[in-house]
């Protein structure tokens, strides 16, 4: 490769060539810790500064940065193909703040894409290159393991790129598919055995397929595949109008009753593209919504995990489907929808509080009472339970540390004692005006991520409340539930935004840029799963397989999120 | 008075313990369908391909406790007559030393022999080596 | 305490076929006419009460306990559905799947379903329907049930799946772990009774232990020695492989251990044989513990399956709310736990009877 990816990337971006990056003295500060590194300075709306770096420098830049300036969360890796170049965006975040954030741009020469790996600095860096790698087609040096990872291994092209030719028949015959492991693993002299867990077995919450390598009852070895529930959710994004046609999506998302808090994903990304206020009456509503959907989410958590460990449909399983039926009942009441709602839109919500509204608060209510007993239940039958603390004690550690390295988020780090909440690090909606308390757990094992979701669930309650007392006494002249948006939305061109809520599951960011049109040019998402299932095999290495299984369960993931 | 032989009758119940299940046999023969497929007769490993075989070397965990177990079940043969006995002895005069004292020593013997294997590690699940290894060579690396 | 036992002169089941259809004209014929009829009537008067009765019976009790109805639609308390799931199993196809090792792999079910319900023969289970009574009848019942493990470790090894391989090496490791705790407890009974015969067992624990309030309570095992009642349940749980120590079927982890390659009525044949060799483990108990068929009012017959169902009840229980162990906890509770735990009964058993008697 000889062109010099600054002059290409140049060719098109005159006009923000010079501009001053308006963040201030803590942008300049880091430009300053870079230096030379710093080939341009772009704009992110959402970012302190956005540095442009050399493909060669990649790792000495975030080496710095996550070293020298403490940006330890890279929450995500969104790759592109403009009609110069390819790039690659690093979004850094500091785990003690993430309203600091800081965005590394790596532009790379169209002909052939390459450049460094940050697999060295951030172990999430793995996979999300290897879905560059896949969807975008870019390169990169040094990566451990570059392979593809939603696309099957024959997969022609990438489909993100712009030369991709979506008519090309992609069928390939069996023969073709030849299983590229069965060399390794047709040794007869060899004590371990290699074992496919899932795609369709019982404990996988899915289409997850583990390959495992077992040594007798222990894990040797274990590598998630990924991608059979890949709907190219990205490219379905960018061909939707942002003011309507979007917002669908991501209910799709992490399907299990937690849409709501995808759509505000969205909703926020968009919001903040757009320029759009949300009326507070609005963003109450929201608030309350999005944390019903929390509540239903993390009692099938519960649920499914007390199903991996218990081994059978038990009591517990049951129990938390009824407490998550309660919530999807008022859910169902407030949008129409039980688990694909659609009910936010930009700007607001579609429509306001079901009348009479005095039988939906009284509903509401009547869900919020009966909880606290639920929840005691749940720490009566599992959490106290001698052989439930024996299997979920210990098992299934993963230390701070490594959980930073491989950017995990929501209850995964908080039961690793990580202080991370974005609806209090970073606010939106009406949290900050509300009195809740962010969980964690020291633990670092399955036991300390069930203790922080049953906990947070009685947090989500406290929220709900207090929401609930706001809408009562909400006068009736002021209850505006959607801010006046244009029926068209064209953000203005290259205007680029990466945004994050706290779902149920941890950071969901989008990342959008705009190209001037009314779809967005490139839609990016960042899935808390994806970047939480990485963590399974430092969890389940060496350990029995039951514990695998247990770890699985306790990371709560949905395959409809981690593909995408 | 007729009498049917303890053993008889256990035989006739072995022979209908056969039959019951091979009647079933015959009534699905004669039910079921058959429309075989390749596909179909794959072996199941979760929706994969499977790779490798199942006749490998197997781990030396599940045969520890196969060891332990050819010890101890042989000794509880020798103390089932002990058992029946007992009491027997005890009524007809012998002393309780002369009894319980045998027996005692025997379990005893048993007992050092479960400490000895117990300190060894032999009840306890093997942990696999190999495994560790692995897995400490990965945390290592990062 | 009475010395040694009333040697009751229980009529046999054979014997009284034999008598009453005349049959013992016929020799040693008739004999084996007489030894069969009853063990037809044995083994399908059990097998309809667990693998009939049983799967509904699961299904409601499951139900029970966790907030649903279950079967209710075909017939009264959906009892039909028993017929019209045999009906379904039976005339599943059966799918051979490639390389299975055949014939072990077509003996396995019969080895499973077959060895349980050779247990039954030595039950005594009141009004007669008593099939045999060998001086060695404890030890065969052991023996019986413990064969279950040799069709498993078939199963598993001839399906050449690795789930059941897993399964089948699981299912031996744990039968072969619990067996010992499983027979030591069992024999600390043989203790008191004075015999391996079940009749006379059973009949030991017909005596009065104290009366209390004008009401004799009877010297029921469980009641004399508790802790060896705990301990033996526990065990049986293990043996017969219910939660929570299902580790063998395991499906949140293998699919379903050694039974995963198999359909139809193979299936069936496995299914059939884990519930005989739950009431198996419930006849044992309650023969060794809670006095056999012996009761107020009703027939013995009656408390008989009272008892064996309330252990069925309690396994469906322990199933409905307890987690699984882990493979390696489950070796340490029954070698260090267990193990132990049976010798330390079985020595203060032999030594509180030596002193009292």
């Given amino acids: 490769m000889s062109a010099d990816p600054d002059r290409t990337a140049g060719a098109d971006a005159g006009a923000t060539e010079t501009l001053p990056v308006t963040e201030g003295v803590e942008a300049d500060r880091l430009a300053e810790l870079l230096g030379d590194l710093v080939r341009r300075r772009d704009e992110h709306l959402n970012a302190d500064a956005a540095f442009e770096v050399h493909p060669d420098d990649v790792q000495e830049t975030l080496f710095t940065l996550r070293d020298e300036a403490g940006f330890d969360h890279c929450s995500c890796v969104t790759a592109q193909e403009y009609d110069d170049r390819f790039e690659s965006i690093y979004h850094l975040k500091k785990y003690d703040d993430p309203t600091q954030e800081v965005s590394v741009v790596v532009p790379t020469d169209k002909a052939d894409p390459r450049s460094e790996s940050a697999e060295p600095v951030y172990r999430t860096a793995d996979w999300h290159e290897r879905e560059a790698y896949d969807l975008v087609g870019i390169e990169y040096d040094d990566h451990p393991d570059l392979r593809r990872i939603l696309l099957p291994e024959t997969w022609q092209g990438h489909p993100l790129s712009k030369d991709y030719d979506q008519d090309r028949p992609q069928v390939v015959t069996l023969q073709e598919h030849a299983n590229p492991l069965e060399e390794d693993h047709k040794d007869s002299e060899s004590d371990t055995m290699f074992l496919n867990i899932g795609p369709h077995h019982p404990a996988t919450h899915g289409v997850l397929h583990l390959k495992t390598t077992l040594d007798g009852e222990q894990v040797a070895d274990v590598d998630p595949d990924i991608g059979y529930l890949h709907r190219c959710e990205e490219q379905m994004c960018q061909q939707g109008t942002y003011r309507h046609q979007i917002m669908p999506y991501p209910d799709r998302w992490d399907y299990i009753s937690a849409g709501l808090l995808n759509e505000w994903a969205y909703a926020r990304a968009a919001e903040d593209l757009a320029d759009i206020e949300v009326p507070d009456y609005a963003q109450v509503i929201r608030t309350m919504s999005a944390e019903l959907c929390r509540i239903a989410s993390h009692m099938l958590a519960v649920g499914t995990f007390a199903l991996d460990v218990y081994g059978d449909f038990t009591a517990i399983f049951m129990y938390a489907i009824r407490e998550r039926e309660k919530a999807q009942k008022v859910l169902e009441d407030l949008t129409g929808q039980r688990m694909m709602f659609n009910y936010f839109r930009l700007g ?9 509204r005095d039988e939906f608060f009284e509903r509401a209510r009547d ?36 959980a930073k390295s491989y950017g995990a988020t929501g209850p995964v780090a908080r039961g690793s004692g990580i202080d991370v909440d974005l609806r209090r690090d970073d606010p939106y909606g009406y949290y900050d005006e509300l009195d809740w308390d962010v969980i964690t757990q020291d633990g670092c094992d399955n036991y300390a991520r069930v203790l922080v979701r049953l906990r947070e669930v009685e947090e989500s309650a406290k929220i709900i409340e ?44 989008i990342y959008i840029r705009s190209d001037g049109t009314d779809t967005p040019a490139r839609f990016k998402i960042r899935s808390p799963c994806f970047s939480n299932l990485q963590t399974l095999s430092e969890m389940a290495e060496g350990e029995y397989i039951a514990d695998l299984v247990a770890a699985l369960g306790s990371l709560d993931i949905v395959l409809g999120e981690v593909d995408r | ?34 429309v075989p497929e390749r596909d179909k007769r794959a072996t199941y490993e979760s929706g994969e391909v499977p790779t490798g075989t199942t006749r490998i070397r197997f781990n030396i965990q599940y045969y520890m406790v ?52 117990w300190r060894k590690g032999a009840v306890e699940w093997a942990r696999s080596p190999r495994a560790e290894r692995e897995a400490g060579d990965m945390a290592g690396r990062r | 305490m009475a010395a040694t036992p009333l040697q009751e002169d229980v009529t046999l089941l054979p014997e009284t076929i034999a008598r009453t259809l005349g049959l013992d004209a016929y020799g040693f014929a008739g004999q084996i006419l007489a030894a069969l009829i009853g063990a037809f009537i044995v083994g399908n008067v059990m097998l309809a009460m667990t693998g009939v009765a049983g799967p509904w019976a699961k299904r409601k009790i499951t139900a029970a306990f966790t907030d649903r109805i279950a079967v209710n639609r075909v017939g009264p308390f959906g009892l039909l559905i028993i017929v019209a799931d045999a009906v379904r199993l039976l005339s599943k196809e059966l799918i051979v799947p490639e390389n299975v090792d055949r014939p072990a792999w077509d003996l396995a079910p019969l080895v499973v379903a077959g060895s349980a319900l050779l247990g039954f023969a030595v039950i005594p289970m009141g009004n007669g329907i008593h099939l045999a009574d060998p001086e060695v009848g404890l030890a065969y019942v052991f023996a019986t049930a413990s064969l279950a493990s040799v069709g498993l470790v078939m199963a ?23 067996e010992i705790p499983l027979v030591v407890t069992g024999v600390s009974v043989v203790i008191f009774a004075g015999s391996l015969r079940m009749g006379e067992i059973v009949a030991v624990q017909r005596e009065t232990l104290v009366v209390l309030a004008g009401v004799p309570i009877p010297s029921w095992f469980a009641i004399v020695n508790p802790f060896a009642f705990v301990l033996f349940v526990v065990a049986n749980l293990a043996e017969v492989g219910r939660n929570p120590f299902d580790t063998p079927e395991a499906p949140t982890e293998i699919v379903a251990g050694y039974q995963t390659e198999y359909s139809s009525v193979y299936f069936v044949l496995f299914y059939l044989g884990e519930f005989v060799h739950i009431f198996l483990g419930g006849a044992i108990i309650a023969t060794l513990f809670l006095g056999g068929p012996a009761g107020p009012v009703l027939p013995g017959f009656v408390w008989f399956v009272i008892k064996i169902w309330a252990v069925f009840l309690f396994t469906q229980w322990a199933r409905s709310a307890m987690p699984r162990v882990r493979i390696d906890q489950l070796m340490e509770i029954g070698w260090k736990g267990l193990l132990v735990l049976s010798f330390a009964n079985l020595v203060l058993t032999a030594i509180i009877v030596g002193v009292i008697a």
């Fill in chain 1, 348 to 356: 607001g919500v579609v429509w306001d509080i079901p009348e009479p």
């Fill in chain 1, 466 to 509: 207090q929401c609930l007392d706001l809408l009562e006494d909400w006068p009736e002249d002021d209850r505006e539930i959607q801010a006046n948006v244009p029926r068209t939305l064209k953000p203005d061109p290259d205007t680029e935004t990466y945004r994050a809520v706290e779902a149920a599951k941890g950071e969901l960011g």
């Fill in chain 2, 66 to 117: 196969a060891l332990l177990f050819v010890v101890f079940d042989v000794e509880t043969v020798l103390i089932f007559p002990w058992t029946v006995i007992y009491r027997s002895a005890l009524d007809a005069g012998a002393s309780l030393t002369q009894v319980l004292a045998p027996m005692l020593a025997f379990i005893g013997i048993l007992v050092v022999a479960l400490v000895w294997a």
């Fill in chain 1, 367 to 402: 869900f919020l009472d009966g909880l606290p007993q639920a929840t005691q239940e749940f720490h009566d039958l599992l959490t106290t339970n001698e052989i439930f603390q024996l299997r979920c004690v210990d098992t299934g550690i993963l230390p701070p540390e490594t």
């Fill in chain 3, 156 to 178: 598993g090894y001839a399906s050449n799946n690795k789930y059941s391989l897993l399964g089948g090496l699981r299912a031996v490791a744990q039968n072969v772990a619990y």
């Fill in chain 2, 1 to 34: 008075m007729s009498h049917v032989s303890h053993w008889l009758a256990i035989g006739a119940l072995a022979v209908i313990a056969v039959l019951i299940p091979m009647g079933m046999m015959l009534v699905s023969w004669l039910l079921r369908p058959s």
